[in-house]
């Protein structure tokens, strides 16, 4: 059963009392909603907020998104790129990425963002990167594996943020189905690494931000 997460008038709240988007998010948000499937998978400006000032905050050089939908948390985080900076992010679905492609072609971060079309799983160990910030946001039941794939290619002090890790508050059932018994183990190894520091926040569907020591 889905649980509430915060408050629906703390996060009206929140919502609210944030900075506005630029004019490009607010446009990739709307033709989320209006032209694709499954808009409420988009990060929204609340969370997109939280990401930009990840990035601002570190300045990172190389940036890992998994999972792009349509390009807005790519856009987020590109905001805080050092000035050599790159983001890969890496889409699955051949039919959203020109969607995403045509938001990565309208913004004045075009030629940092290197957008992948493919299986995460079977790009990420050909790229030769050593990560500053990774964001993982596509299918849930490779949580584990994405974390496996990159934790070694993680600079120290280098940030894991991971999406919806509370899944809906279902991670607190007895009975999990598959995607919510993945995020738990995936919320359980975290917890348990030594070699990093993690912490859930439960901003939207929760994130889980891990530094490596
Ligand atoms: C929740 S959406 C990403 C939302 C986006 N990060 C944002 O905040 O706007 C998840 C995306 O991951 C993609 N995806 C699922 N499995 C994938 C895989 N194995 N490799 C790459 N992308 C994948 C889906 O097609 C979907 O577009």
């Known amino acids: 059963m889905e649980q509430i997460i915060t408050n629906p008038a703390i996060e009206q709240y929140i919502d609210q009392q944030k900075s506005p988007a630029d004019a490009l998010l607010l446009s990739v948000e709307r033709a989320t909603h209006l ?76 030629d940092k963002i290197v957008f992948k079309i493919g299986d995460a799983r079977e790009i990420i160990p050909s790229l030769d990167e050593t990560w500053d910030l990774v964001f993982i946001d596509a299918d849930k039941t490779s949580y584990c594996d994405y974390y496996d794939m990159v934790i070694d290619r993680l600079r120290p002090g280098g940030i894991i943020l991971a999406d919806n890790v509370l899944w809906y508050g279902k991670v607190l059932e007895n009975k999990m189905d598959k995607k919510t018994k993945v995020l738990h183990e995936f919320n359980k190894k975290l917890a348990n690494d030594a070699r990093v520091k993690c912490v859930i926040l439960p901003l939207r569907d929760g994130i889980n931000m891990a530094i490596k020591l």
């Open 35 to 110: 032209k694709a499937m499954s808009p409420q998978m988009l990060s929204g400006q609340t969370q997109g907020n939280f990401l930009s000032i990840i990035a601002l905050m570190m300045r990172p050089r190389r940036v890992l998104e998994i999972g792009t939908y349509t390009g807005f948390s790519a856009l987020c985080m590109a905001e805080g790129l050092a000035s050599d900076g790159l983001i890969y992010t890496l889409e699955a679905n051949p039919e959203i990425a020109p969607m995403a492609q045509e938001h990565f072609s309208m913004s004045r971060y075009s």
